[in-house]
């Protein structure tokens, strides 16, 4: 900014001045904030499915706070742990450019916080609107550590779309009638699949179809003629899901804070990781409309095939939904749990608002296995390899099965120049070429295990293909990229054909995701330009794969100057 001196008289050019000072003053308030929360990780009691857990919370609360932000606002975070496991915590989709400090992943960008030990994460969000969600990145604690991230639009810039009346996060999670951090720990001592979860819920609350759940099902009143905003976000841990509220047509305006074209639809496919906003009028009879959610399920494998309600209930119904039970709700209709052709046609109605930045010319051309494995045993009847066939399940990109650091962060161990904690040898395509989708030979089925990076240098444009493989199953991948937003260029079934595929890609308007599934058997393009230097997991959403190794990180250069540089480590990052 500049001062003109105007006016001769010196003591009036002060008073300007001054004038104009505190207007920078002011405006700088009005355009952005800083937030500071204090998150304590602590178990609480909590009961579900008539049952009591000492289950992890933050500051007693299940699901977690929910965070509301302006787009350009800093948060400032301390996490204290009082929890008696390691913790971390992730914020889901913000960028935290030049800042992976801040991004949470454990043994990546930082050393887990210890209990009794805090740190405190510092950020600013930067150019993304819509819903986010922050969630534990350690171990399986994000099953109950996990909460809703919301960013309006600058203040004085409207919604893309009309006002809605009010807005409700409803959060899609996962329940265990156990502590979710023996499930995690019995399957990788057996080396089977974990337990499948007991309920899903919505905010928190599975809903009438369960057990001991009724009085506490989540009710949502609307006016009648009112529009709404619901902000979905999939906080489960292995379920996809299709979600629906009964009589009631959904308008699509946002996907992981960016906004879509509108779409009208009666029901939406949505992956862990993912988020997405709908706009809902409440046109219909004024009565009682169940919102249900169940698992859209594309794996050859056992799921928790359960349904999640809670209750749309118009003021002027003629009962209340909480004392007159006499008057079941309506029942949406959910599409069957393996209706791959719904889901598809849902997510290829996605489009950017406006017109994208797509990178058209492509510097990193990078194709990703991406699947399941097993890891034979020498002795196939010892009691850690009861997957299949006496083996261990393990999980891969590109057949390297990511193994996570223990020694310090892949971040810590970079910035500090740390040998022997990683290698950027990551393979850009598969080691052997195979029909991935089809009948595969079992001498491919078993990774190699290794902590692998990819390198990129700074502002390189990269497209990288998902390709989900058939080894034990074909399954939907939701793949999700730390520290940046990509375009979704295409998709489609079978093998990744790199001499027609790319004819067909959209170019000019695909939507901008920070997650996205391969189709089950199929392959998914994305692109974006490595502009965030760093270090940033790229890893499958579902918390049974991840500690799999269906994971790898990319290691994206410093470019020229600071503002190109990863920024400086805050002083209270945890050591390992
Ligand atoms: Cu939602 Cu690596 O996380």
New binding site residues.
């Given amino acids: 900014m500049e001062f003109h001196k105007v006016g001769a008289k010196p003591c009036s050019s002060y008073l300007f001045f001054a004038i104009l000072l505190l207007f920078a003053f002011l405006a700088s308030f009005a355009d952005a904030a800083v937030h500071f929360h204090e998150f304590v990780i602590e178990a609480k009691p909590v009961k579900r499915l008539c049952r009591t857990h000492s289950t992890i919370t933050v500051n007693g609360q299940f699901p977690g706070p929910t965070l509301e932000v302006r787009d350009g606002d800093t948060l400032v975070i301390k996490a204290i742990n009082r929890a008696r496991y390691n913790v971390t915590l992730?914020w889901?989709?913000v960028r935290q450019l030049r800042n992976p400090w801040a991004d949470?992943?454990e043994f990546v960008t930082q050393c887990p916080i210890r209990p009794g030990q805090s740190y405190t994460y510092q950020f600013t969000i930067q150019n993304q609107q819509g819903t986010l969600?922050w969630?534990a990145?350690s171990k399986w604690l994000?099953a109950t550590v996990y909460g809703a991230l919301i960013i309006y639009p600058k203040l004085g810039s409207p919604y893309p779309f009309p006002m809605p009346k009010r807005e409700i996060p409803i959060l899609l999670g996962e329940w265990w009638d156990r502590n979710p951090m023996d499930v995690l720990r019995l399957a990788l001592s057996t080396g089977a699949a974990p337990n499948i979860s007991d309920a899903l819920t919505i905010n928190g609350q599975p809903g009438d179809l369960y057990r001991c759940s009724s009085k506490e099902t989540a009710i949502f009143p609307v006016e009648v003629g009112e529009t709404i905003l619901l902000r979905i976000i999939n906080s489960a841990m292995n379920e996809e899901m299709f979600f629906g509220v009964a009589n009631h047509k959904l308008t699509v305006v946002a996907v992981d804070s960016a906004y879509t074209k509108p779409f009208a639809t009666n029901v939406i496919t949505i992956a862990?990781?993912q988020t997405t906003d709908v706009l809902l009028t409440a046109d219909q009879t004024p009565a009682h409309y169940y919102m249900a959610a169940h698992a859209y399920n594309t794996a050859n494998a056992p799921f928790d095939n359960t349904t999640t309600t809670a209750i749309l209930e118009y003021k002027s119904a003629p009962f209340s939904a909480k004392k007159g039970q006499s008057l079941k709700p309506i029942f949406p209709q959910l599409p069957g749990f393996n209706d791959t052709a719904t889901a598809i046609a849902f997510t290829a109605q996605l489009r950017s608002l406006s017109k994208a930045k797509v990178p058209l010319e492509i510097d990193e051309s990078l194709f990703f296995t991406v699947g399941l494995g097993l890891i034979n045993c020498t002795n196939p009847n010892s009691r850690r390899c009861q997957g299949p066939n006496g083996t261990r399940f393990a999980a891969s990109i590109n057949n390297v099965s990511f193994v996570f650091p223990r020694r310090n962060s892949l971040m810590q161990a970079y910035y500090q120049g740390q040998p022997g904690i990683f290698t950027t040898d990551f393979p850009p395509f598969p080691p052997v070429q195979y029909d991935y989708s089809g009948n595969v030979p079992r001498g491919l089925w078993q990774p190699v295990k290794a902590t692998k990076l990819l390198k990129l240098k700074y502002r390189s444009k990269v497209q990288i293909v998902f390709q989900d493989t058939s080894i034990v199953t074909v399954e939907d991948h939701p793949m999700?990229l730390?520290g940046y937003q990509f375009y979704v260029v295409g998709s489609g079934f079978g093998n990744f054909d790199p001499k027609n595929d790319p004819a067909k890609f959209n170019l000019i308007d695909p939507p901008e995701r920070n997650?996205i599934g391969t189709p089950p058997g199929g392959w998914v393009a994305i692109r974006f330009e490595a502009d965030n230097p760093g270090i940033w997991?790229l890893?499958c959403?579902l918390d049974s794969h991840?500690p799999w190794g269906l994971a790898t990180a990319l290691l994206v250069e410093n470019g020229v100057g600071k503002l190109q540089t990863v920024q400086p480590p805050p002083l209270d990052l945890p050591r390992c």
């Fill in positions: 992730h889901h989709g949470g992943p969600w969630h990145h994000r862990p990781g999700h730390h997650t997991l890893h959403h991840l």
